[in-house]
């Protein structure tokens, strides 16, 4: 059998599709009309935080966080991302994993990686693609932490503390203590 081509954007914990929004609980099966984002960190390896959030909720957060933030981190995706190469990858067809081979950003290859996340915007359970998915290292994370003001990384983080028990202790070495990026 083929592996699954989704693979990376299943859930570690159940080693399926994300059934629910992590906000609102919706069932993302349901309603194939609303895109959801999936996101993963990985930390050697291992997954450390994952969570799947419908368009909703996601713009609800975004929403809530300072224009000077959103304005930031859009400029970091300007700046650092080279949206328009990479769109290439979508002569591939509808695989991910030339989206995810490398940072975003830095380009580092994510097999060199120590930390980094994912994220990936699906439809029912097709994928959509470009720009997402992509990765970011944990350094191009820790990056873009330090872009967001101080309102919006404490809402993130209670968001993040809300949703996640707290990385393991062998991970709070991680920038930032392990806090994954908004993506
Ligand atoms: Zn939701
Ligand atoms: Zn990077």
């Known amino acids: 059998m083929e592996p699954d081509p989704y693979a990376d954007f299943h859930s570690a914990e159940t080693g399926g599709p994300f059934r629910d929004c992590i906000s609102c609980g919706l069932d993302l099966d349901h309603d194939p009309e609303l895109p959801y984002l999936v996101a993963k960190s990985f930390r050697?390896?291992?997954?450390?935080?994952?969570?799947?959030?419908?368009?909703?909720?996601?713009?609800?957060?975004?929403?809530?966080?300072?224009?000077?933030?959103?304005?930031?981190?859009?400029?970091?995706?300007?700046?650092?991302?080279?949206?328009?190469?990479?769109?290439?990858?979508?002569?591939?067809?509808?695989?991910?994993?030339?989206?995810?081979?490398?940072?975003?950003?830095?380009?580092?290859?994510?097999?060199?990686?120590?930390?980094y996340s994912?994220?990936?915007?699906?439809?029912?359970?097709?994928?959509?693609?470009d720009p997402y998915p992509l990765c970011l290292c944990g350094r191009c994370e820790e990056?873009?932490?330090?872009?967001?003001?101080?309102?919006?990384?404490?809402?993130?983080?209670?968001?993040?503390?809300?949703?996640?028990?707290g990385p393991p202790a062998n991970v709070e070495d991680l920038p930032v203590r392990g806090r994954p990026v908004p993506f």
């Open 143 to 165: 990056a873009i932490q330090g872009l967001l003001s101080q309102k919006t990384r404490g809402m993130w983080d209670d968001f993040v503390d809300t949703h996640f028990d």
């Open 44 to 115: 050697r390896g291992e997954c450390t935080f994952e969570y799947a959030i419908c368009d909703d909720c996601r713009s609800n957060m975004a929403q809530e966080f300072s224009s000077e933030s959103r304005q930031a981190l859009a400029r970091f995706f300007e700046e650092h991302v080279n949206v328009r190469e990479r769109s290439i990858f979508l002569a591939f067809g509808d695989k991910p994993a030339p989206w995810i081979e490398k940072c975003a950003s830095c380009e580092i290859p994510r097999n060199q990686l120590e930390s």
């Open 118 to 129: 994912l994220g990936g915007v699906l439809l029912g359970r097709n994928m959509i693609y």
